[in-house]
T-cell receptor, first 116, second 111 residues
Framework: GAVVSQHPSWVICKSGTSVKIECRSL??????MFWYRQFPKQSLMLMAT?????????EQGVEKDKFLINHASLTLSTLTVTSAHPEDSSFYIC????????????FGNGTRLTVT | DAKTTQPPSMDCAEGRAANLPCNHS???????VYWYRQIHSQGPQYIIH???NNETNEMASLIITEDRKSSTLILPHATLRDTAVYYC????????????FGQGTRLTINP
């Protein structure tokens, strides 16, 4: 159980275009979803936290107008990288939480974004 | 801001037990110890978590010292597929608290 599906698994886009990444919880309702990114040879860095039906909370240094997060349902959250640039190339990973105390976060398999 | 300290890398022979240490000397009474691992180019995989008692599941065992300032993740019979970066993370008990990842331990299982 507790499967998180992320799509696409990889995407290549041109500089200046926007890319949308989907994160779905397949067998549980994710009241909270977290978006992370990971640069090569580095650890995961939290970008933002989103609760269903609410605006996302962004970590310091993450531009909310550039990384648009929508969490419109208990099973779907999306991250849109707007006007992508080569420095946005990274591994983006989402995770979902049921909202039950002490339950672990479950992660998707990530999306490799390459901006040319 | 990670609250844990782990060795950057470890090696273990296939078939042997892999013991991964973690220091969390500033852990508070309402924080759990979580372990995740990340195999190359994949999302982190949940392994186990505990508060103060030792825990065991089908993947691993978690040994937490009595003072809770450190813990050890044990993979009893390591295989080549256990090669990954292992993250030890402390996380508040209540609600949907985020996970803050440190640098983890890169575990290499050698044939």
């Amino acid at each position: 159980g507790a499967v998180v599906s992320q799509h696409p698994s990889w995407v290549i886009c041109k500089s200046g275009t926007s890319v949308k990444i989907e994160c779905r919880s397949l067998d549980f309702q994710a009241t909270t979803m977290f978006w992370y990114r990971q640069f090569p040879k580095q650890s995961l860095m939290l970008m933002a936290t989103s609760n269903e039906g609410s605006k996302a909370t962004y970590e310091q240094g993450v531009e909310k107008d550039k990384f648009l997060i929508n969490h419109a349902s208990l099973t779907l959250s999306t991250l849109t990288v707007t006007s992508a640039h080569p420095e946005d190339s990274s591994f983006y990973i989402c995770s979902g939480h049921t909202g039950t105390d002490n339950s672990p976060l479950h992660f998707g398999n990530g999306t490799r974004l390459t901006v040319t | 801001d990670a609250k844990t300290t782990q060795p950057p890398s470890m090696d273990c022979a296939e078939g042997r037990a892999a013991n991964l240490p973690c220091n969390h000397s500033t852990i508070s009474g309402n924080e759990y110890v979580y372990w995740y691992r990340q195999i190359h180019s994949q999302g982190p995989q949940y392994i186990i978590h505990g508060l103060k008692n030792n825990e065991t599941n089908e993947m691993a065992s978690l040994i937490i010292t009595e003072d809770r300032k450190s813990s050890t993740l044990i993979l009893p019979h390591a295989t080549l597929r256990d090669t990954a970066v292992y993250y030890c993370i402390v996380r508040h008990i209540q609600g949907a608290q985020k996970l803050v990842f440190g640098q983890g331990t890169r575990l290499t299982i050698n044939p």
